[in-house]
């Protein structure tokens, strides 16, 4: 059973939701179908949660009344039958009843939870209840049957597996399920979900679950990109990654895939397939085991990092000195994405500024420190790169009038990193095009 995923985009308004139902239908094989919330949603819930927190209830009655305006309007051009168009009614008010009863409670965060819920529980209440009016067979399952996160918020594929098995056993020769991206049950059984974007993390969970021959992540872009087509002006998509090339690149800014997503994937060995909702029959981006050699596939960029330095004459010759500045940061539970060091200093970078002032602190106690926010680290991705000719001359070729303040390379075979000021990042990403892909 394959698994395909849709974004908001694709189910933010009635005709992309109607056109997505014709998609499914044309591949005969069986499917679940993990759907996000109509696009906009998740924001506006996160907004109204936020009014509630800070009892503004006046500004959150407001959203709600204009969410609600929204999907009465959408139901109303969806379905063309007043008999569906009733029972969406009455379905989706359920839910708004839900959320104007917040206004009244003592909001907390496990209402908060149930509150983010309600756009993936509405949008698949509303795609099932349109495949019904078009007599096509499905069957909309709950994601909170199966979907579970344990005390560190980490998703349990044995237990999806084993609930899911039951669900697809109990409703044999169903050929399509829908089911809700995002929200799942955390060890206390309440409702939670697998942060923003979770979506595609939710896809590829099931994949693995249901060891699915491919998980199809549909969006309305034709793939992952070999630089970011915002910036750079030629690009194009990416027939073939492995699963290590996509996770650098999804990490790495590359904003078409959550980045948690590929490794059940490739844990699992499920292929992902990127594909675009409006060119359906392209290629799109493949993402599996298979590793091209010596090939450079992309490039992507993360801003908002943070980059430090310590200096410390103390570190000369000194053993332990790394694993003491490490365990502060380990302590402040702040990954450390790059590093580079020299003998007397050490210069690393994080995304995670939440607690610098005190790993600051601490660290002082070890040398001069010198802090430079608004940096980007812009990565260079494609198996065995550092093997492949002259690709150290190409970069610096490309780097030739951009001060850099960090490389790393070597430190994978699939990675060359470049740490730079946020300002450069634009000339960067431009100028690597034009070396690395002669475009
Ligand atoms: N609706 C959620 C969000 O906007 C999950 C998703 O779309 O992937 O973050
Ligand atoms: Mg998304």
């Avoid at 179908?33 to 949603?41: E, N, Q, R």
């Avoid at 490739?266 to 392209?282: F, G, H, I, S």
Wanted: charge should be negative.
């Amino acid at each position: 059973m394959k698994t395909l995923k849709f974004g908001g985009t694709s189910v933010g308004k009635p005709e992309r939701m109607q056109h997505i139902a014709r998609l499914i239908i044309q591949d005969p094989d069986p499917k679940i179908v993990v759907l996000s919330a109509l696009s906009g949603t998740t924001n506006t819930l996160v907004d109204i949660g936020e009014n509630l927190f800070e009892e503004k209830v006046d500004k959150a009655g407001q959203l709600i009344h204009d969410l609600h305006d929204h999907y009465m309007s959408f139901i109303d051009d969806l379905y063309s039958q007043d008999k569906f168009k009733e029972s969406a009614i009455i379905a989706i008010n359920e839910h708004f009843d839900f959320m104007n009863g917040l206004i009244a409670a003592f909001f907390n965060k496990r209402l908060n939870n149930e509150l983010l819920a309600q756009g993936e529980l509405m949008s698949t209440k509303i795609f099932s209840l349109y495949l019904d009016e078009q007599e096509i067979p499905s069957k909309l399952i709950s994601a909170l049957d199966f979907m579970y996160i344990d005390e560190d918020k980490e998703p349990d594929i044995e237990f999806t597996n084993d609930k899911l098995s039951g669900i697809l056993y109990q409703n044999k020769g169903i050929g399509i399920f829908v089911t809700q991206g995002y929200i799942c049950r955390n060890h206390e059984g309440e409702i939670d979900n697998l942060q923003r974007g979770g979506s595609d993390y939710t896809a590829t969970l099931i994949g693995a679950a249901i060891n699915a021959p491919e998980v199809q992540i549909w969006t309305d872009i034709d793939g992952m990109h070999n630089n970011d087509p915002r910036i750079v002006e030629k690009t194009y998509a990416i027939s073939n990654l492995s699963f290590n090339e996509a996770s650098e690149l999804a990490y790495f800014g590359a904003k078409i895939l959550h980045p948690s997503s590929i490794w059940p994937a490739q844990k699992y060995n499920v292929p992902v397939r990127l594909k675009n909702t409006m060119e359906p029959d392209a290629y799109g981006t493949l993402i599996s085991d298979i590793e091209e050699e010596k090939k450079i596939k992309a490039v992507a960029a993360k801003d908002g990092i943070t980059a430090i330095k310590i200096k410390s004459s103390r570190m000369l010759m000194a053993y332990g000195f790394l694993r003491k500045i490490f365990q502060i940061f380990e302590n402040y539970r702040t990954p450390i994405d790059m590093i580079s060091t020299s003998e007397v200093a050490v210069s690393l970078t994080i995304d995670d500024d939440s607690n610098l002032k005190s790993i600051m602190k601490e660290l002082k106690d070890f040398g001069d420190i010198v802090v430079d926010d608004h940096q980007t680290i812009i990565c260079i991705v494609g198996n065995k790169i550092v093997e492949k000719e002259e690709i150290l001359q190409k970069v610096f070729r490309a780097m030739e009038n951009v001060p850099v303040r960090m490389i790393s390379y070597g430190g994978s075979r699939y990675n060359i990193s470049i740490l730079v000021d946020n300002k450069f990042k634009n000339e960067t990403l431009r100028e690597l095009n034009k070396h690395i892909f002669n475009i």
